[in-house]
Protein backbone atom coordinates (compact mmCIF):
# COMPACT_ATOMS: atom_id res chain seq x y z
CA UNK A 1 0.00 0.00 0.00
CA UNK A 2 0.94 3.75 -0.16
CA UNK A 3 2.26 3.57 3.16
CA UNK A 4 5.15 0.76 2.22
CA UNK A 5 5.84 2.56 -0.76
CA UNK A 6 6.13 5.83 1.39
CA UNK A 7 8.41 3.94 3.84
CA UNK A 8 10.66 2.69 0.72
CA UNK A 9 10.65 5.99 -0.92
CA UNK A 10 12.51 7.60 2.28
CA UNK A 11 14.46 4.74 2.67
CA UNK A 12 15.97 4.54 -1.01
CA UNK A 13 16.66 8.48 -0.66
CA UNK A 14 18.40 7.49 2.71
CA UNK A 15 20.54 4.53 0.48
CA UNK A 16 20.73 7.39 -2.51
CA UNK A 17 22.40 9.47 0.23
CA UNK A 18 24.82 6.96 1.90
CA UNK A 19 25.53 5.57 -1.09
CA UNK A 20 26.76 9.02 -3.64
CA UNK A 21 28.78 10.20 -0.09
CA UNK A 22 30.31 6.59 0.47
CA UNK A 23 31.91 7.29 -2.97
CA UNK A 24 33.99 10.49 -1.93
CA UNK A 25 35.13 8.14 0.88
CA UNK A 26 36.91 5.18 -0.13
CA UNK A 27 38.29 4.38 3.73
CA UNK A 28 34.96 3.36 4.60
CA UNK A 29 34.04 1.07 1.08
CA UNK A 30 35.87 -1.91 0.57
CA UNK A 31 37.47 -4.87 2.11
CA UNK A 32 40.67 -5.49 4.72
CA UNK A 33 42.08 -8.84 3.65
CA UNK A 34 45.12 -10.66 4.63
CA UNK A 35 46.32 -7.58 6.33
CA UNK A 36 45.95 -5.06 3.02
CA UNK A 37 42.97 -2.89 2.64
CA UNK A 38 41.61 -2.51 -0.71
CA UNK A 39 39.35 0.33 -1.01
CA UNK A 40 36.27 -0.19 -4.10
CA UNK A 41 35.37 1.96 -6.94
CA UNK A 42 31.86 0.93 -6.98
CA UNK A 43 29.56 1.71 -4.07
CA UNK A 44 28.53 -2.35 -3.49
CA UNK A 45 26.06 -1.45 -0.95
CA UNK A 46 24.69 -4.43 1.14
CA UNK A 47 21.21 -3.96 2.58
CA UNK A 48 20.57 -5.99 5.49
CA UNK A 49 17.04 -8.27 4.92
CA UNK A 50 14.97 -10.09 7.23
CA UNK A 51 13.88 -13.23 6.31
CA UNK A 52 10.18 -14.77 7.12
CA UNK A 53 11.01 -18.06 8.74
CA UNK A 54 13.79 -15.94 10.86
CA UNK A 55 17.64 -14.84 10.03
CA UNK A 56 19.37 -12.23 8.06
CA UNK A 57 20.21 -11.98 4.76
CA UNK A 58 22.65 -9.11 3.54
CA UNK A 59 21.97 -8.13 -0.32
CA UNK A 60 23.96 -6.07 -2.27
CA UNK A 61 22.64 -3.42 -4.46
CA UNK A 62 25.49 -3.05 -6.76
CA UNK A 63 26.88 0.26 -8.10
CA UNK A 64 24.52 2.21 -5.78
CA UNK A 65 26.06 5.79 -5.74
CA UNK A 66 24.89 5.80 -9.44
CA UNK A 67 21.13 5.07 -9.06
CA UNK A 68 18.95 7.61 -8.27
CA UNK A 69 15.98 6.95 -6.04
CA UNK A 70 13.29 6.07 -7.94
CA UNK A 71 16.03 3.01 -9.17
CA UNK A 72 17.07 2.96 -5.51
CA UNK A 73 13.71 1.71 -4.64
CA UNK A 74 13.26 -0.49 -7.09
CA UNK A 75 16.23 -2.40 -6.60
CA UNK A 76 15.10 -2.63 -2.73
CA UNK A 77 11.85 -3.98 -3.46
CA UNK A 78 13.37 -6.72 -5.85
CA UNK A 79 15.32 -7.78 -3.46
CA UNK A 80 13.76 -7.83 -0.79
CA UNK A 81 11.01 -10.01 -2.64
CA UNK A 82 13.20 -12.31 -4.02
CA UNK A 83 15.12 -13.15 -0.57
CA UNK A 84 11.70 -13.82 1.03
CA UNK A 85 11.26 -16.05 -1.79
CA UNK A 86 14.77 -17.45 -2.04
CA UNK A 87 15.79 -16.45 -5.55
CA UNK A 88 19.03 -13.85 -4.94
CA UNK A 89 21.91 -14.44 -6.76
CA UNK A 90 24.85 -15.67 -5.64
CA UNK A 91 26.80 -11.94 -6.53
CA UNK A 92 24.22 -10.59 -4.63
CA UNK A 93 24.96 -11.93 -1.14
CA UNK A 94 28.71 -12.15 -1.32
CA UNK A 95 30.29 -8.88 -2.90
CA UNK A 96 28.76 -5.95 -0.60
CA UNK A 97 31.52 -3.21 0.35
CA UNK A 98 29.67 -1.96 2.96
CA UNK A 99 26.77 -2.26 4.77
CA UNK A 100 23.52 -0.65 5.86
CA UNK A 101 21.57 -1.80 8.79
CA UNK A 102 17.96 -0.42 9.19
CA UNK A 103 16.16 -0.96 12.23
CA UNK A 104 14.09 1.91 11.96
CA UNK A 105 11.09 -0.14 10.55
CA UNK A 106 11.42 -2.12 14.05
CA UNK A 107 10.91 1.44 16.03
CA UNK A 108 14.13 1.65 17.50
CA UNK A 109 15.94 5.48 17.62
CA UNK A 110 19.17 4.36 16.77
CA UNK A 111 21.99 1.48 16.68
CA UNK A 112 25.61 0.40 16.83
CA UNK A 113 25.96 -2.24 14.41
CA UNK A 114 29.09 -4.37 14.06
CA UNK A 115 31.32 -4.43 10.63
CA UNK A 116 30.96 -7.91 8.80
CA UNK A 117 34.29 -8.85 7.61
CA UNK A 118 36.20 -8.55 5.85
CA UNK A 119 34.26 -5.13 5.02
CA UNK A 120 35.64 -1.91 7.10
CA UNK A 121 32.69 -0.06 7.76
CA UNK A 122 28.95 -0.41 8.41
CA UNK A 123 25.92 2.37 9.06
CA UNK A 124 22.99 2.07 11.10
CA UNK A 125 19.84 3.60 10.79
CA UNK A 126 17.53 4.29 12.81
CA UNK A 127 13.84 5.11 12.64
CA UNK A 128 12.66 8.44 11.26
CA UNK A 129 10.87 10.84 13.73
CA UNK A 130 8.68 13.58 14.02
CA UNK A 131 10.78 15.88 16.83
CA UNK A 132 10.97 19.74 17.65
CA UNK A 133 14.07 21.51 16.07
CA UNK A 134 15.48 24.67 15.53
CA UNK A 135 16.50 25.75 12.37
CA UNK A 136 17.79 29.47 12.13
CA UNK A 137 16.70 30.38 15.96
CA UNK A 138 13.27 29.23 15.10
CA UNK A 139 11.47 25.68 16.59
CA UNK A 140 9.80 23.83 13.54
CA UNK A 141 8.76 20.02 13.28
CA UNK A 142 11.16 18.35 11.74
CA UNK A 143 11.84 14.50 10.62
CA UNK A 144 15.13 13.18 12.36
CA UNK A 145 16.65 10.04 11.54
CA UNK A 146 20.03 8.71 13.54
CA UNK A 147 22.54 7.80 11.57
CA UNK A 148 25.20 5.94 13.45
CA UNK A 149 28.76 4.49 11.48
CA UNK A 150 31.06 1.39 12.60
CA UNK A 151 34.45 1.38 10.94
CA UNK A 152 37.89 0.19 10.99
CA UNK A 153 40.34 2.26 12.82
CA UNK A 154 42.97 0.38 10.88
CA UNK A 155 41.61 2.10 8.16
CA UNK A 156 39.83 5.02 8.89
CA UNK A 157 39.41 7.44 12.27
CA UNK A 158 36.60 9.22 13.62
CA UNK A 159 37.25 12.43 12.01
CA UNK A 160 36.76 10.77 8.68
CA UNK A 161 33.74 9.42 10.37
CA UNK A 162 32.40 12.81 11.24
CA UNK A 163 32.61 14.15 7.52
CA UNK A 164 31.20 11.45 6.36
CA UNK A 165 28.28 11.30 8.20
CA UNK A 166 28.29 15.42 7.89
CA UNK A 167 27.91 14.21 3.88
CA UNK A 168 25.59 12.21 4.24
CA UNK A 169 23.28 14.71 6.17
CA UNK A 170 24.33 17.72 3.70
CA UNK A 171 23.33 15.37 0.73
CA UNK A 172 19.97 14.69 2.74
CA UNK A 173 19.18 18.00 2.75
CA UNK A 174 18.23 18.76 -0.96
CA UNK A 175 16.02 15.71 -1.22
CA UNK A 176 15.22 16.50 -4.86
CA UNK A 177 18.70 16.18 -5.71
CA UNK A 178 18.52 12.99 -5.22
CA UNK A 179 14.88 11.95 -7.48
Request: with cysteine; charged share 20%.
Amino acid sequence: GTALTDRILINALLYCAIAKALASFTQFNGFYINDVYKAQDSVHLGNVINLRKGGLMVAAIHNAHTLNAAQMMDKMKDQVFRAKEGGLRMSEVQDSTVTVSNLGERGVDSIQSIIFPPQVAIIGLGRIRLSPWVIDEKLVSANIVTLTLAADHRISDGHSGARLLKKIDALLQKPKALI
